[in-house]
């Protein structure tokens, strides 16, 4: 109208790869690699760029996790998909809506379709530090105090815990040719649990990246032209923004979901990152 206008702008863009050939005497190559932590970034044959491959637990055919006689996870022998780093599509939405010299502006930035193995959330779930790393720690607890109160002899190498964690899965009672899977009873200590599956592999801190975020808001006022008769100045545009302002939608928990490892082709790898800065701002625009 005369008074009003409501602009929209979008970017988008879609990644789709397959990687069809790499030299004759290698299958896979390695673009980054996490070595303590048993994962890596690759290109394979027949694959997508960017692939995450590390140890996985052991499933039955339905999916469940496989546990051995101790009460721990058991893993695959090698590597295996576990996620990939690059982002099916990202897109940028901006819309603008400005009355009577009065603009307000607002960015969606949003990626969806990639995965990131958060080593900041493994190293946490060693450190007990994270809300999951609790089931069972008090029952562990109390029943490893119980028990060296009744015993003067007692030896935490030797003890059977018989309260803590349980693993939720089964434990094969069969042979690996005849299984026979029942429901896993066996409690472990927490700390011990997660720090053998930090050890064997990376899938449980393999989360979706996506995120839609409000990525900046302005607020501006242009001064009528009528203002300055008279003066050499046409114009003046006076705004105030801000950046990094929400994360609407995310699967990675403490973390920022574009926190990586780096900033290279090592896409999918996030450790001790820190979150993207909010910011704030105002700009002056004298037109002459």
């Known amino acids: 109208t005369n008074s009003f206008e409501w602009g929209i702008d979008l970017n988008f863009s879609k990644n789709k790869n397959s990687i069809l050939s790499l030299h004759p005497d290698i299958n896979t190559y390695t673009i980054s690699e996490a070595r303590w ?27 469940e996790m496989i546990v051995g006689a101790n009460g721990l996870p058991l893993y695959t022998d ?25 603009t307000l502006q607002f960015l969606l930035d949003m990626k969806f379709g990639m995965d990131v193995y958060s080593m900041t959330n493994s190293v946490a779930a060693t450190k007990g530090l994270l809300d999951v ?3 069972g720690r008090d029952a562990y607890n109390a029943a490893r105090a119980q028990a060296a109160a009744s015993d003067p002899n007692f030896n935490i190498q030797s003890w059977v815990p018989t309260a803590g964690y349980v693993a939720n899965g089964v ?3 069969g042979t690996a040719q005849n299984p026979n899977y029942v ?58 923004f801000a950046r ?14 574009e926190s990586m490892y780096t900033s290279g082709n090592g896409q999918g790898f996030e450790y001790g990152s820190l979150p993207f800065r909010r910011s704030y701002g105002f700009n002056i625009k004298v037109t002459f």
């Open 133 to 135: 790393t609790t089931e």
């Open 37 to 63: 932590a048993g994962a890596a970034i690759v290109a394979q044959v027949g694959g997508q760029y960017g692939t995450i491959i590390g140890k996985d637990f052991q499933r039955t055919e339905s999916g």
């Open 171 to 173: 434990v094969n009672t």
């Open 244 to 257: 990094n302002l929400l994360t609407f939608s995310k699967d990675l928990p403490n973390i920022d979901p």
């Open 183 to 240: 429901r896993n009873e066996k409690p472990v200590d927490p700390q011990a649990y997660w720090t053998n599956v930090f050890d064997n592999t990376p899938a449980p801190f393999i989360y979706d990246a996506s995120y839609v975020k409000l990525r900046e808001v302005s607020l501006g006022y242009t001064i009528p032209k009528s203002v300055f008769e008279g003066a050499k100045i046409n114009s003046i545009y006076i705004s105030a």
């Open 78 to 102: 090698t590597k295996v998909v576990l996620g990939k780093g690059v982002p099916d599509w990202a897109a940028g939405l901006t819309n603008r809506f400005s009355y009577k010299g009065i």
